[in-house]
């Protein structure tokens, strides 16, 4: 059983900042990709960035140069570190990992379960 824990979400004034994390536990034989998603609503959820096994970064490009996605391999944990937050920033933001389940070598998608980040004055 794999679970993955989210944290770090709430209320921030537009400018403001957040951190974000994403702790996977469980039976992991290892882990390729770390990202994170988020969707608000009435809109379809969509990548926001997502980090590899080897450091590699990826980044929509309505967060390049505010957010920072970042992973600890040690703790299974990834990070979005979000700068100069705005009020269309207001999501449920989802950790979504790619991992080999242990018990059956094959390898999964799994989903945080979201954690609420409201941007506003």
């Known amino acids: 059983q794999v679970q993955l824990v989210e944290s770090g979400g709430g209320l921030v004034q537009p400018g403001g900042s957040l951190r974000l994390s994403c702790a996977a536990s469980g039976s992991m034989f290892s882990i390729y990709t770390m990202g994170w998603y988020r969707q608000a609503p009435g809109k379809q959820r969509e990548l926001v960035a997502a980090?590899?096994?080897?450091?590699?970064?990826n980044y929509a490009d309505f967060v390049k140069g505010r957010f920072t996605i970042s992973r600890d391999n040690a703790k299974n944990t990834v990070y979005l570190q979000m700068n100069s937050l705005k009020q269309e920033d207001t999501a449920v933001y989802y950790c979504n990992v790619d991992l080999v389940i242990l018990a059956t070598m094959r390898r999964a998608d799994y989903w945080g379960q979201g954690t609420q980040v409201t941007v506003s004055s």
């Open positions: 980090i590899n096994s080897g450091g590699s970064t």
